[in-house]
C-alpha cells in the first residue's frame, strides 16, 4: 500500500513538472538592438527570456540593413531595447515598430550625459556625427543608468521575477562598479593620455576618465596623405602610444599610422557581448600591458 502511494505521488508530482516547464518556444522574447545590450539583459533576468540580437557580428552599425526575415522576427517580441543614436536604428524604427505595434520599444540613451557634435569635433577629429555619440555603452560610468533602465523594463515585463531581477541587479552594479575601478585604474597609468582611433567610438571613454581620443577617419575613409602626415606629427608630438582600429573598418591607414610612429596598433571590437572584458581589454591597451 505505501509503495501504491509513493508511486501515485512520483507519478503526480513528474506530471505536474512537466505541465509548468516552460518550452523556449513559450519563452518571451526580448530584442535587442546591439550585442553589448544583451550582457545586461541576460546578468538581470538570466535565461528568463530569449535574447535576440538585431546586429550581426562584424557589421556596420552606420550602414547595416535588416534583412526582411530579421524584421520580421520582431513580431515576436514582446520588447525591444535600442540605443536611440545608431545609424540603422533611426532609419528603419517607425518600420520596427510598424511589424509589431504592441512590441515596448525602449531607448536606453534617456538620461545619458550625451555627448553632442560641435565644430570643434569636426575640425580636429576629422569626423562629426550627424547627431549624439551613440557609444556611451563603452564607458562603465554610464552602464549603470543603462542597466538601471533595463531592470526597471524587465520587471514590469515579468513581475513575477521582481525580487530575483532586483538582487541580479544589485550584483550587476558591484560588477560594474568593479570594471569602473579597474578601467580607471588602467587609464590613470596610460603611457599618454592622448590615443588615435579610426573612428571615434571611445568618445565616452575618454571623457569620463580624463583621455584624448583623436580620430583619423576622413568621413569614413582613409585620411588623405596630407592628413596622414598631420596625424604622424601630432602622434610624435604627444607621445601617443596606441593605435586603435574597429575590427570591421580597413586597417591599412591604421597600419601605416602605427608603422610610422612606433605606436601599438590595437584592433578592438565595440560590438563584442562580453562588456565587461571587452572595455577592460580596452583599457588595458593604453597602458602597454596586454601584449599587444
Known amino acids: 500500500m505505501r509503495k501504491s502511494l509513493f508511486l501515485v505521488f512520483f507519478i503526480s508530482l513528474f506530471l505536474s513538472g512537466c505541465n509548468s516547464a516552460v518550452t523556449k518556444d513559450q519563452m518571451k522574447v526580448v530584442t535587442v538592438s546591439i550585442p553589448p545590450y544583451k550582457y545586461f539583459v541576460e546578468a538581470i533576468a538570466d535565461s528568463d527570456f530569449v535574447v535576440n540580437v538585431m546586429l550581426p557580428p562584424g557589421a556596420d552599425h552606420h550602414t547595416w540593413e535588416p534583412s526582411p526575415r530579421q524584421i520580421s522576427s520582431l513580431a515576436a517580441s514582446d520588447m525591444l531595447f535600442i540605443n536611440g543614436h545608431l545609424g ?5 524604427i517607425d518600420r520596427f515598430r510598424e511589424v509589431n505595434q504592441k512590441m515596448k520599444v525602449i531607448d536606453l540613451s534617456e538620461g545619458i550625459q550625451l555627448i553632442e557634435p560641435s565644430e570643434e ?31 526597471d523594463e524587465l520587471m514590469k515585463l515579468n513581475p513575477s521575477a521582481t525580487e530575483r531581477y532586483k538582487l541580479n541587479f544589485v550584483k550587476l552594479k558591484e560588477r560594474i562598479a568593479a570594471v569602473d575601478s579597474i578601467v580607471n ?10 590615443f588615435m582611433i579610426f573612428h571615434p567610438a571611445l568618445s565616452y571613454l575618454a571623457r569620463d576618465y580624463g583621455l584624448e581620443q583623436i580620430s583619423f577617419e576622413d568621413e569614413g575613409k582613409m ?8 596625424l604622424i606629427d601630432m602622434t610624435r608630438s604627444k607621445g601617443m602610444k596606441t593605435v586603435f582600429v574597429q575590427k570591421e573598418y580597413d586597417i591599412r591607414s591604421a597600419k601605416v599610422l602605427a608603422s610610422e610612429t612606433g605606436t601599438r596598433l590595437v584592433i578592438i571590437d565595440p560590438m563584442n557581448p562580453e ?10 591597451s593604453l597602458t602597454g600591458e596586454d601584449g599587444k
Open 223 to 230: 585620411p588623405s596623405p596630407a592628413r596622414l602626415k598631420e
Open 88 to 92: 540603422f536604428e533611426l532609419a528603419w
Open 275 to 284: 562588456w565587461d572584458k571587452s572595455v577592460i581589454e580596452i583599457s588595458k
Open 185 to 194: 585604474e588602467n587609464c590613470s597609468k596610460a603611457e599618454s593620455k592622448s
Open 121 to 151: 569635433d569636426e575640425d580636429h577629429h576629422g569626423h562629426s556625427h550627424e547627431g549624439a555619440d551613440p557609444h556611451y555603452w563603452l564607458s562603465p560610468r554610464e552602464a549603470g543608468l543603462m542597466a538601471s533602465t533595463i531592470a
